[in-house]
């Protein structure tokens, strides 16, 4: 997938943005959660929710009966340890790991084994990188130790065996991830689910991961929107940062009322 210079200014009223939006009736929302519902911390495990943000994806999921997911980067129990006590529709590791209304369903974690070790060492030997496990899928986040960014690319492309496992960068991190998988993927599963079918796709996210999801929306002829102007992207709308989101979709919550 190719992906061009953004074509879509910064929208930075998030009444302008909400306006952009299909009515939450008739839409299914997906929405990826670092960098785009919550904003990065240096370390990806001490990100919690706020009962504000909480309390208006509930408000969220009611008005579009019930077609919300989130699709991200993380496992799908580190999502539930974020928006405790909510339990979401869910799509983990990049697409990965799958919580439909109905059914659950993850790649074999196995895939993964020969990486383990040779990535936990390197961690060891290098103070400041965070190796983050999630099953199906391994990141490594290079944030406090930038310098390395090329040396680990290099470390993980090794580990790519057959086309089966695949190199995914993002913000000061990357990941092997099934090749088979992304965040398209994971959106069009849900799309075949009857809660979310006939309705129109709405995708929010912030980073190069998110790309094959705003693909996937523009393909099934629903809006793409990227949170955060500073890479290149095939989403249609750009808003300009996570606080001016999380007002657009409370608008979003309060025309349906
Ligand atoms: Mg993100």
Redesign the pocket.
Same mark, same amino acid.
């Given at each position: 997938m190719s992906i061009s210079a953004a074509s879509t200014s910064v929208i930075a009223d998030p009444e302008m943005a909400q306006l952009a939006l299909p009515p939450l009736s008739r839409a299914a929302v997906f929405l *990826? @959660? $670092?960098? /785009?519902l919550l904003d990065?911390k240096p370390d990806p495990r001490e990100v919690v929710s706020h009962a504000a943000l909480r309390e208006m994806l509930q408000q969220l999921r009611s008005a579009c009966d019930g077609a919300l997911a989130l699709i991200? =980067?993380r496992a799908i129990s580190d999502l539930d340890r974020i928006f405790s006590p909510l339990k979401l529709h869910a799509a983990g590791a990049h697409g990965g790991q799958l919580r439909l209304p109905e059914r659950e369903w993850a790649l074999n974690p196995h895939l993964m084994d020969h990486a383990r070790a040779p990535l936990r060492s390197y961690e060891a030997q290098h103070p400041g990188l965070l190796l983050e496990d999630k099953g199906v899928s391994l990141a490594v986040h290079y944030r406090h130790r930038p310098e390395l960014e090329a040396e680990i690319e290099r470390l993980m492309a090794k580990l790519c065996p057959r086309g089966e496992i695949t190199l995914q960068r =993002?913000?000061h991190v990357v990941e092997l991830r099934p090749a088979i998988c992304d965040k398209g993927t994971a959106i069009a599963a849900f799309m075949q689910e009857p809660v979310f079918q006939n309705r129109e796709p709405v995708f929010f =996210? *912030? $980073?190069l /991961? $998110?790309e094959a999801g705003f693909a996937k929306v523009n393909e099934l002829g629903g809006v793409s929107v990227r @949170?955060g102007a500073s890479l290149p992207s095939v989403a249609k709308l750009c808003i300009a940062d996570v606080s001016t989101l999380f007002e657009c979709l409370s608008l979003w919550v309060e025309r349906m009322k």
């Open positions: *990826d @959660v $670092d960098g /785009t990065l991200s =980067g =993002g913000k =996210g *912030d $980073d /991961t $998110d @949170v």
